[in-house]
Structure formats: structure tokens, C-alpha cells
């Protein structure tokens, strides 16, 4: 079955680069997602990438994608006192032609150092 | 824009009563999904709608837990009785379409505790 796997926790010093990494099993994923989530709130998007590109900027973040080894890795540049949250890794599988739901991993915990 | 709303945003209640949480998606996403979030399972898809008919609901833990989409604006998803283990915090989101270029956006969640 489709299994997502993140490192539970990070921790990093205000003004350095966060670097969160995630596998991913499903082969057929085309789509990949990365999902922010503070306290007590819902699931705000940040980007998401293609399966057929190898990397995707916007801004603070960066996105890279090993297809060969299903590895997916986000980049925050300059880390801030605001990032502070859970970040969520997601693919979203296919089958039959339709969309299915997405399939999370459980989440790392960004801590930042002041 | 208004996003994805849900009620209420904390409920409380005894194990064995009827529980009724409310969704509201983004106006003009065909697509709904139904999440929970425990600490030991993570974030689990329950069920999802295209234009209010149920396509998938094999992650509904049980006959417990029923879904409706009455129309193109609001969604319900019901736990009769409530369990202790039901206690989690439910997600409600939306997509424009089936495409992955067309991500899910979430609401704000509704916390649920079964005393």
C-alpha cells in the first residue's frame, strides 16, 4: 500500500536553511505536496510539485523531488520564528481515472533555536 | 475568498451520543474530502464526494460514521453512537477538480472529544 515517511522532529537556528525530507513508496504518485500546519489551525498549503520536474522555487521555499529514489525534500531559506509548525508531506495517488484523497505522513515538528 | 468552513470548531460530548459535524466547501470545488487527525494514526482519509455523490468511502472506521453531501454546498458527517476513540480532530477540504495541479484546500478542523 502507498506509505508516506517523515522524521518527526527539526530543529534549527533562527535565520539558517530548514531542510525537511520525506519518502514516498506509490510509484504512480504524480503529484506531491507540502502542507503547513500550526497550532490549532487547519492544513495551509505551501507547494506542491509535478512528478515529472526535479525541483520547483517559490519564494523561501524549495522543492525537490527524487523520483528514481521517491525521495521529496523542502527547503525554507532565512527560517523565521513563523515557521514554526508541523510540516506535512502528501501524494495523491489515481486510480481508475478518478482522484483519489491524499495520503499523509505523520508530520515533522520545525522547531526553531533563537 | 471565503475557504473551506466547518462547524463547529470544538465539540464536546458523552460517549453514546449522536455527533454532527458540518462543512461548507469552497464555492465551485466538485471535489470534498472527509480527514481525521489523531496523534497515533495521523491524518486518515474517511471518505471523499464528486458533485455530492460518494465515491470512495472505504476509510469510514465503521457503521458508526455516515457521510451525506445534500447539495453542491454542504456536507455532514455523523457519528451515531459516539466513542472515546472517535475522539480526534476532523478535517473537511476541497478541490476544484480531479487533477493533481488542482490541490485540496482545508478548513479549520473541528476538535472532537468523547467523554
Not at chain 1, 530548514?18 to 513508496?25: A, D, E, K, L, R
Request: with cysteine.
Amino acid at each position: 500500500g502507498e506509505d508516506v515517511e517523515q522524521s518527526l522532529f527539526l530543529s534549527v537556528r533562527e535565520g539558517d536553511s530548514s531542510v525537511i525530507n520525506c519518502t514516498y513508496t506509490d510509484s504512480s504518485s504524480t503529484y506531491l505536496y507540502w502542507y503547513k500546519q500550526e497550532p490549532g489551525a487547519g492544513l495551509q498549503l505551501l507547494t506542491y510539485i509535478f512528478s515529472n520536474m526535479d525541483m520547483k522555487q517559490d519564494q523561501r521555499l524549495t522543492v525537490l523531488l527524487n523520483k528514481k529514489d521517491k525521495h521529496l525534500s523542502l527547503r525554507i531559506a532565512d527560517t523565521q520564528t513563523g515557521d514554526s509548525a508541523i510540516y506535512f508531506c502528501a501524494e495523491r495517488g489515481y486510480s481508475g481515472g478518478g482522484a483519489d484523497g491524499l495520503t499523509f505522513g505523520k508530520g515533522t515538528h520545525l522547531i526553531i533555536q533563537p | 475568498d471565503a475557504g473551506v468552513i466547518q462547524s463547529p470548531r470544538h465539540e464536546v460530548t458523552e460517549m453514546g451520543q449522536e455527533v454532527t459535524l458540518r462543512c461548507k466547501p469552497i464555492s465551485g470545488h466538485d471535489y470534498l474530502f472527509w480527514y481525521r487527525q489523531t496523534m497515533m494514526r495521523g491524518l486518515e482519509l474517511l471518505i471523499y464526494f464528486n458533485n455530492n455523490v460518494p465515491i470512495d468511502d472505504s476509510g469510514m472506521p465503521e457503521d458508526r460514521f455516515s457521510a451525506k453531501m445534500p447539495n453542491a454546498s454542504f456536507s455532514t458527517l455523523k457519528i451515531q453512537p459516539s466513542e472515546p476513540r472517535d475522539s480526534a480532530v476532523y478535517f473537511c477540504a476541497s478541490s476544484p477538480g480531479p487533477s493533481g495541479n488542482q490541490p485540496q484546500h482545508f478548513g479549520d478542523g473541528t476538535r472532537l472529544s468523547i467523554l
